[in-house]
């Protein structure tokens, strides 16, 4: 099997490219100067792609996120287009190109799979994210670095807080007021999205004045989104409302867990929340999984843009042999078990209870461990995913 393959500085590049080696798949790997999601330089990236694939004879063009360029190629060279999900929301693919035949797209979030498939998408399967554990298990620890990222509770992630600070001054007092009732609102919810479900466009024409819209649009292009859906202004404002309510979440949380244990933040926000440790950024290959190995309990809370998905997050921790202490997400329990595997939160009030709990209980909180990461040795590596799309896409390594 032949693949060509799109890549971009997604984070987890190294370890997909790996597998796909490990599976003696011959692959072309392509990283373009212009960008398949910028009008001005789309067709520059069409013709580049295009001189390339009649240059040789591929199997499919692989990529992770769906790009509806390289869906529009795939069908011109009568190619198979697969792509697995990383982000949501997926911008881009809401784009006649999802119709396509020639597409298989793979989405870790099912509830965004299920809202493609209305919106016309062919060929869409759920299909989890991955983990190379071998790889972050083989990550070694030196005394001093055991000593630093020893904690009772990290958190890994940024807080968001610039983006709040920036925008939302420039709200009128009206729509101010209604978008903090719909952060407050979907801050008590889990497993409903809130914000989808009351941003309506005539929601998006009230509230957004022209200098919220100029400061939506560059908090996504910052983001590494860029501007290639026409409800821009819409999906600005919901990834502001996600990034607010995270925020809110995230900011309890650490204030009120750091008031009673040794709380380690791992990000390059400048906050002064009372106790907490900042450890400025955690490389992903390189420092965190000692974070993940080290802490007691490891923190996750999804941004809320996934509306059901298992984000990278939940899987690393696990795979590192940590604690992973959750949101509610709806997509987890196809998978795991409260409890069992891992600990799932449906308000912050039992997120603190958890941590009080299972700070104290340390035979239980390693039961869990080892089962949290025996599943995702066995069901969530990059090979056993891998043979899915591959079964699916008829294709054999």
């Known amino acids: 099997m032949k693949l060509f393959v799109y890549y971009w500085d997604f984070l987890t590049f190294v370890d997909v490219i790996e597998s796909l080696k490990r599976q003696n798949i011959e692959i072309y790997l392509h990283k373009s100067e212009f960008s398949p999601r910028l009008d001005n330089e789309r067709t520059d990236f069409l013709n580049e792609i295009d001189k390339i694939l009649n240059e040789e004879k591929y199997d499919a063009i692989f990529s992770v996120n769906f790009f509806d360029s390289l869906?529009?190629?795939?069908?011109?060279?009568?190619?198979?287009?697969?792509?697995?999900?990383?982000?949501?929301?997926?911008?881009?693919?809401?784009?006649?190109?999802?119709?396509?035949?020639?597409?298989?797209?793979?989405?870790?979030?099912?509830?965004?799979?299920?809202?493609?498939?209305?919106?016309?998408?062919?060929?869409?399967?759920?299909?989890?994210?991955?983990?190379?554990t071998k790889r972050i298990n083989s990550v070694k620890a030196t005394p001093l670095q055991q000593l630093k990222y020893t904690a009772q509770i990290s958190l890994v992630g940024q807080l968001y807080s610039s983006d709040i600070d920036t925008i939302l001054p420039l709200f009128d007092e009206y729509s101010a007021g209604f978008v903090s009732a719909?952060?407050?609102?979907?801050?008590?919810?889990?497993?409903?999205?809130?914000?989808?479900?009351?941003?309506?466009?005539?929601?998006?024409?009230?509230i957004i004045n022209e200098d919220v819209e100029k400061a939506l649009v560059k908090n996504m292009t910052e983001g590494g989104f860029k501007k290639d859906i026409s409800e821009i202004k819409r999906s600005s404002l919901m990834l502001f409302l996600s990034k607010a309510v995270t925020n809110k979440e995230r900011t309890i949380l650490l204030t009120m867990l750091a008031a009673r244990y040794n709380f380690k933040h791992y990000t390059y926000d400048?906050?002064?929340?009372?106790?907490?440790?900042?450890?400025?950024?955690?490389?992903?290959?390189?420092?965190?999984?000692?974070?993940?190995?080290?802490?007691?309990?490891?923190?996750?809370?999804?941004?809320?843009?996934?509306?059901?998905?298992?984000?990278?997050?939940?899987?690393?921790?696990?795979?590192?042999?940590?604690?992973?202490?959750?949101?509610?997400?709806?997509?987890?329990?196809?998978?795991?078990?409260?409890?069992?595997?891992?600990?799932?939160?449906?308000?912050?009030?039992?997120?603190?209870?958890?941590?009080?709990?299972?700070?104290?209980?340390?035979?239980?909180?390693?039961?869990?461990?080892?089962?949290?990461?025996?599943v995702i040795r066995d069901q969530?590596?990059?090979?056993?995913?891998?043979?899915?799309?591959w079964e699916i896409c008829g294709l054999k390594p």
């Open 182 to 206: 719909i952060i407050n609102t979907q801050l008590k919810v889990y497993g409903n999205n809130v914000i989808e479900n009351l941003i309506t466009d005539n929601i998006v024409d009230r």
């Open 270 to 374: 400048t906050h002064s929340i009372p106790n907490v440790h900042r450890m400025g950024i955690a490389d992903y290959n390189e420092h965190m999984p000692l974070v993940f190995r080290y802490s007691k309990i490891n923190l996750n809370t999804t941004l809320k843009t996934i509306r059901s998905g298992m984000p990278q997050r939940i899987i690393d921790i696990m795979g590192c042999h940590g604690l992973c202490l959750t949101n509610y997400q709806e997509d987890i329990f196809k998978h795991f078990e409260d409890g069992k595997e891992l600990l799932v939160y449906r308000s912050l009030e039992e997120a603190i209870d958890k941590c009080n709990f299972y700070l104290k209980h340390e035979a239980e909180a390693e039961k869990i461990r080892e089962r949290g990461f025996a």
């Open 380 to 389: 969530f590596n990059y090979e056993h995913q891998f043979k899915q799309i």
């Open 71 to 132: 869906s529009t190629l795939a069908k011109d060279h009568d190619l198979l287009y697969i792509c697995w999900t990383y982000d949501s929301p997926q911008l881009g693919i809401r784009n006649p190109s999802v119709t396509n035949e020639c597409n298989r797209i793979f989405c870790f979030d099912s509830s965004e799979m299920n809202q493609n498939i209305q919106w016309g998408g062919k060929n869409l399967y759920y299909l989890p994210l991955a983990v190379d």
